[in-house]
């Protein structure tokens, strides 16, 4: 096959930031919004000691209930990843990035280890 293709061109099936500028938040992706999950406020659950003992966690679910603890016991959870990302404060020790630890555990750790306000 001889032919090359040599630009993206419009063809109707989608709109794109890559063949218009101006469609920028508007191809689907939302623009951040203050009201976003960075800015949801959690707090440790009034019985979390209780079920940390009758249900034991990973280290890296505990690290997070430790950072959340560190911050006063309510914070966003743009301040719980800021604070699990600091090497001087974080217990977490990972080779996974900080985002990928709290998807990964953040259903769980939810209603019996801390909750949303």
Request: overall charge positive; proline content about 6%; glycine content about 6%.
């Amino acid at each position: 096959m001889s032919k090359k293709i040599s630009k993206i061109v419009a063809n109707g099936a989608t709109v794109t930031p890559t063949v218009d500028k101006s469609s920028i938040a508007k191809c689907g992706i939302p623009a951040p919004s203050p009201k976003g999950s960075n800015n949801v406020v959690y707090s440790l659950a009034d019985n979390v000691l209780e079920n940390l003992k009758a249900y034991p966690l990973p280290a890296q679910a505990q690290a997070i209930l430790y950072s959340l603890d560190n911050l006063g016991g309510t914070a966003t959870k743009g301040e719980i990843i800021k604070d699990l990302k600091n090497p001087e404060t974080s217990k977490l020790s990972t080779t996974q990035s900080v985002e990928r630890i709290w998807t990964f555990y953040h259903k769980r750790l939810l209603n019996d280890y801390f909750k949303v306000n």
